[in-house]
């Protein structure tokens, strides 16, 4: 399949595709004057960045109203996933969190220029922002899992629901973060890894005593 016929079997409209491709746009302009992704990368956009991100919309809460994303950065999966939100469950809003200063006025200038009205941006850490009622939390290559989970677990009750794209190290991260952390987790194959990546969804989430 095209690029084009992956993104639509997500059930999403061409709008929402020609949005993507914008947003892919920005990205290449903004990835001259600031490291976003590395050169190498650019030629693996749309499968390396794009829809490894976009596979995600598979896992979010399709009842959602409020989704974290920790690290946002270059804006995968969080400005992916607000697109795809944006058409699939208007009323969640997104959070984009990140902490470096330039990447968050990138991430505000994507959010003006594709009129997602969906998304916040907020420029520091989550461990030093108190959020109620999250639905749901993404992350995409910010810190091991033991680390993470120690800082958004304040953001987290019961049902919130806790999606990580993660690689090779995977099955180690779990191995340490259960020893200070108990959870309830399933484990899919990232459809668009090549090296033996997984998609954990993380509910349930206590610090160990």
Same mark, same amino acid.
């Given at each position: 399949?095209?690029?084009?016929?992956?993104?639509?079997?997500?059930?999403?409209?061409?709008? $929402?595709?020609? /949005?993507?491709?914008?947003?892919?746009?920005?990205?290449?302009?903004?990835?001259?004057?600031?490291?976003?992704?590395?050169?190498?990368?650019? $030629?693996?956009?749309? !499968?390396?960045?794009?829809?490894?991100?976009?596979?995600?919309?598979?896992?979010?809460?399709?009842?959602?109203?409020?989704?974290?994303?920790?690290?946002?950065?270059?804006?995968?999966?969080?400005?992916?996933?607000?697109?795809?939100?944006?058409?699939?469950?208007?009323?969640?809003?997104?959070?984009?969190?990140?902490?470096?200063? /330039?990447?968050?006025?990138?991430? /505000?200038?994507?959010?003006?220029?594709?009129?997602?009205?969906?998304?916040?941006?907020?420029?520091?850490?989550?461990?030093?922002?108190?959020?109620? /009622?999250?639905?749901?939390? $993404?992350?995409?290559?910010?810190?091991?899992?033991?680390?993470?989970?120690?800082?958004?677990?304040?953001?987290?009750?019961?049902?919130?629901?806790?999606?990580?794209?993660?690689?090779?190290?995977?099955?180690?991260?779990?191995?340490?973060?259960?020893?200070?952390?108990?959870?309830?987790?399933?484990?899919?194959?990232?459809? !668009?890894?090549?090296?033996?990546? !997984?998609?954990?969804?993380?509910?349930?989430?206590?610090?160990?005593?």
């Amino acid at each position: 399949m095209s690029f084009d016929e992956d993104v639509l079997n997500y059930d999403v409209s061409r709008e $929402t595709l020609q /949005k993507i491709k914008d947003f892919m746009q920005i990205l290449l302009e903004w990835n001259k004057k600031i490291n976003l992704i590395s050169k190498n990368s650019e $030629t693996e956009l749309e !499968y390396r960045h794009v829809l490894d991100s976009l596979q995600l919309i598979k896992y979010v809460p399709a009842d959602a109203r409020l989704l974290l994303d920790v690290g946002s950065g270059s804006g995968f999966p969080g400005i992916i996933l607000a697109i795809a939100l944006q058409e699939k469950n208007p009323q969640a809003k997104v959070v984009l969190i990140e902490s470096i200063t /330039k990447k968050s006025v990138y991430l /505000k200038d994507v959010c003006h220029r594709l009129s997602l009205s969906n998304v916040e941006v907020i420029n520091n850490r989550v461990e030093n922002i108190v959020f109620k /009622k999250v639905d749901c939390i $993404t992350a995409r290559a910010v810190a091991a899992v033991d680390k993470l989970l120690g800082f958004i677990a304040h953001c987290c009750t019961e049902k919130t629901k806790v999606v990580l794209l993660k690689g090779k190290t995977g099955e180690e991260e779990l191995t340490a973060a259960a020893k200070n952390w108990q959870y309830k987790i399933e484990v899919y194959e990232n459809a !668009y890894s090549e090296q033996n990546g !997984y998609v954990y969804c993380m509910t349930d989430i206590r610090k160990r005593k």
